[in-house]
């Protein structure tokens, strides 16, 4: 099952076109993307999550959907600290 995130519309027609299974709006907030994600999955996360976004949250999220033990993949240069997350 993939999964895509994005806040753009671009990026969410872009994960429909190549196929997501699952499509979630980063724009309804960290919470409802935690929601999603679990339902999506079980109730148990994403295996491999990959971060392409340098927002502030969006780590924090990214970690926030993986599965415990998972794999979190962070590509985006945040530019500040991006502290902890307590959404899952």
């Given at each position: 099952?993939?999964?895509?995130?994005?806040?753009?519309?671009?990026?969410?027609?872009?994960?429909?076109?190549?196929?997501?299974?699952?499509v979630?709006?980063?724009?309804?907030?960290?919470?409802?993307v935690?929601?999603?994600?679990?339902?999506?999955?079980?109730?148990?996360g994403?295996d491999?999550?990959?971060?392409?976004?340098?927002?502030?949250?969006?780590?924090a999220?990214?970690?926030?959907?993986?599965?415990?033990?998972?794999?979190?993949?962070q590509?985006?240069?945040?530019?500040?600290?991006?502290?902890?997350?307590?959404?899952?």
């Amino acid at each position: 099952m993939v999964v895509g995130v994005d806040a753009r519309d671009e990026g969410l027609a872009l994960s429909k076109k190549v196929g997501a299974d699952v499509v979630v709006d980063a724009r309804l907030g960290d919470e409802k993307v935690v929601e999603a994600v679990k339902k999506a999955t079980g109730d148990v996360g994403a295996d491999v999550t990959v971060n392409v976004s340098d927002a502030q949250t969006a780590a924090a999220t990214a970690c926030a959907v993986t599965k415990m033990h998972g794999l979190m993949i962070q590509i985006a240069q945040v530019r500040e600290d991006i502290g902890c997350c307590s959404l899952w």
